[in-house]
């Protein structure tokens, strides 16, 4: 603890300097890197009053540098002299004063979490800390991801605002905040949408049409055949393919989830690899590239539909839940996390199965 003692030092015309002096020395504001014993306060006292109204300047002098020696003192002890509570409030406050914005930027684990930092920014260009955040400004900004001039569809505002909801959990949990927002607040339900994809015959349709990439057609083909995404059939790589007494399989980690997966290949979606070399097994194609390569491919097979590259993963889940296989086990080939995600293709096959029976139609 540093004692503050006022003290009197002699100096011209008869008058007396007060300064506070400290034990041990403190930093010195004036000069960085150095300490100081002493702090001159600019006030001076009459070393012999000559009269009355001497005196009285003197006790005035004398009483306001008392008061700044006790508020120094309380300054530079301010941990011993502050309660429990004080400090729990200064600690709360230094919390409250801290980015959270800068916070968020340290987080960031995909790209949907980099688009959320983008319409959190939009949302608060003035900055955000978190002594800002309440139950209020967490719906204001839900409402902000779901508000038509954004141009996010209801489903990628759900995505960004589970992201948002994400880092505040961690938050909570590493005491940047002293409530659990994330579990107060609601999230967004997914909508769904109408997920296209490939029939047989417009399958054998698409196989038989020529590509004029034939490692992007290979690409695509071994999509239907695994139900592998774009993002880590372009990253797969040769250690990653494995064969064993049971077979082909690859083992390698999702980009979207992350989650480590070990997916059984057929003999055929084997062949559509190439040659085992080492490194990626596919050749390196940029997005905006493959999606003109696809949309020349679909048009030269003469197919009337809207079909990205992950409609061939839609069409490997439809195609298994057609030919009878499990949802359970349709849901692990895909890697899907939870099992709701997988009913959806469930749907679409009960709603082609119900246009199938209506194609009969008897007159009677």
Partial sequence: MVRVTLRRKPISKGRLSLYL?????????????????????????????????????????EHLAKQI???????????????DFERERLEIKKLGDRDFIDYFSKHLKDPTYKGTLSKLQSFAPKGLKFADLSEKLCNEFKAFLLDPKTSLAKNTAKIYFDRFKTILKTAYKEGYLLSDLNAKIQGL?????????LTREELDLLVQTPCSNEAFKRMALFSVLTGMRWSDIVKLQWKEVHNTSEGYSIHFRQKKTKGVEVLPITIQAYTL?????????????????AIEILKRWINAAGLNKHITFHSFRHTFATLQLSEGTDIYN???????RELS??????????????????KIKLKL
Avoid at 69 to 78: G, L, T
Avoid at 189 to 197: C, H, K, N, S
């Fill in 273 to 289: 690899l190439g040659k085992n070399e080492n490194g990626n097994v596919f050749d390196t194609i940029p997005k905006s590239t």
């Fill in 69 to 83: 020696r006790i508020n120094r003192e309380n300054e530079v002890n301010k941990l011993e002299v502050y309660s």
């Fill in 21 to 61: 002096d400290f034990y041990p020395a403190i930093p010195d504001p004036k000069n960085q890197g150095k300490y100081t014993r002493r702090e001159f306060l600019n006030l001076y006292l009459h070393e012999k009053p000559a009269d009355v109204f001497e005196k009285e300047e003197n006790k005035n002098r």
């Fill in 341 to 358: 995600t997988t009913q959806i293709y469930a749907k679409v096959v009960d709603k082609s199965k119900r246009e199938a029976v209506e």
């Fill in 189 to 197: 339900g997914f909508e769904e949408t109408e997920r296209q994809y």
């Fill in 330 to 336: 349709v849901s692990k080939l895909l890697g899907h």
